[in-house]
């Protein structure tokens, strides 16, 4: 079973930046499609990057595009999450997530099937 676990969240001035990883002991890992989601106090869970599990197609929200990247090396088990010139706004928690979809990167929450815990992201202004 997939179980991700993340690391890498903190806390962080405006304009900053913070790199998220999320790895896993799983050797299938590298057959998933794996997701980065988040939620801030009050709201929804919601959409940030997906990159299919050949890492040859990436897929943005666009209140990221252009600041954040997701990455994965599979020969490590590890995907990553490179967030540049942060804000305010991205103060959330933020779930890893895995799914067994092999098409192109979902951003559905019902789509992933293994969570991690969540690592806490804080951008002060």
């Known amino acids: 079973q997939v179980q991700p676990v993340e690391s890498g969240g903190g806390l962080v001035q405006g304009g900053g930046s913070l790199r998220l990883t999320c790895a896993t002991a799983?050797?299938?890992?590298?057959?998933?499609?794996m997701g980065w989601f988040r939620q801030a106090p009050g709201k929804e869970r919601e959409f940030v990057a997906a990159i299919r599990w050949s890492g040859d197609s990436t897929y943005y929200a666009d209140s990221v595009k252009g600041r954040f990247t997701i990455s994965r090396d599979n020969a490590k088990n590890t995907v990553y999450l490179q967030m540049n010139s942060l804000k305010p706004e991205d103060t959330a928690v933020y779930y890893c997530?895995?799914?067994?979809?092999?098409?192109?990167?979902?951003?559905?929450?019902?789509?992933?099937?293994?969570w991690g815990q969540g690592t806490q992201v804080t951008v002060s202004s």
């Open positions: 997530a895995a799914s067994r979809t092999m098409g192109e990167p979902t951003s559905s929450t019902h789509e992933y099937d293994y």
């Open positions: 799983e050797r299938t890992f590298r057959t998933y499609t």
